[in-house]
């Protein structure tokens, strides 16, 4: 069957939000099962294989009793055909773009007054424009075209933003050039340990994350050497003599 595409607009339908839950879940899948004439088989048996196959909660006795409701309430018309059940939208034909309408199932007898009569919710539905069929051939070069479309934009940035783990060669070089405190190899064993994450982030720019790692190196050295100048009965008899003063 062609792709069918139902738009937002039966969200507020007022003769679809009159359907019970299960009558519109039935009505939405009929849709997907009609040929280009807007008919399909109405046998609920035949239905439930196709538009209900893994909801074993769902008999056959309801579909059928939900088919009725949904002819009752004009948002399709049954038919019989050699015996055979059948439904149909009747204005399918005049609201749908369809290239080929190829006939699947049989024509109900008088169709042009029975489209007349039972035909208001197909025309409220296509004219709010809730259904609209393609060919497949037309909605796969559409989703096809679209897609060429995407990845053309998107593969440069991809090119332009994949990102590359230096050699160690290259970070000794770049250390050197900025005479940085960085290991280069334990810059290196460090991010590769880490898959070449910056947090959760998945690194853009190492020359960037090394002078990152180059600042923390300097402001290590500069605490230890803040350390290591401290002397703690200097501190304390300051602590002292200021306690003093203020007494």
């Excluded at 050699?82 to 008088?110: I, L, N, T």
């Excluded at 720019?205 to 923390?216: F, G, I, L, Y």
């Excluded at 304390?236 to 007494?247: D, L, M, P, S, Y």
């Amino acid at each position: 069957m062609p792709n069918r595409i139902i738009k937002e607009s039966i969200c507020d339908n007022e003769k679809i939000a009159g359907l019970s839950d299960f009558e519109f879940r039935l009505w939405i899948g009929l849709i997907t099962q009609v040929d280009d004439m807007g008919r399909g088989d109405a046998r609920p048996a035949i239905i439930k294989g196709r538009v209900f196959p893994l909801r074993e909660r769902v008999t056959t006795k309801d579909i059928d009793a939900a088919l009725h409701a949904l002819a009752a309430k004009g948002c399709i018309s049954l038919y019989t055909v050699g015996g055979k059940p059948y439904f149909w939208f009747p204005s399918w034909a005049e609201h749908q773009r369809v290239r080929d309408c190829r006939a699947k199932y049989p024509a109900p007898a008088g169709s042009d007054q029975f489209a007349a009569s039972c035909g208001e919710l197909p025309r409220v539905a296509a004219s709010c424009g809730e259904l609209r069929p393609e060919s497949e051939s037309e909605s796969e070069s559409e989703s096809e075209s679209e897609g060429e479309k995407v990845r053309a934009k998107r593969e440069p940035d991809a090119r332009a933003k994949r990102f590359t783990p230096p050699t160690l060669a290259e970070v000794q070089s770049y250390v050197a050039e900025r005479h940085s405190p960085v290991d280069p190899q334990e810059f290196i064993d460090f991010y590769a340990s880490k898959g070449w994450m910056v947090g959760k982030t998945p690194m853009k720019d190492w020359k960037a994350a090394c002078r990152n790692a180059e600042k923390w190196e300097r402001w290590e050295k500069t605490q230890k050497n803040e350390s290591s100048s401290f002397d703690s009965d200097e501190f304390f008899q300051a602590a002292v003599t200021k306690g003093r003063r203020e007494e």
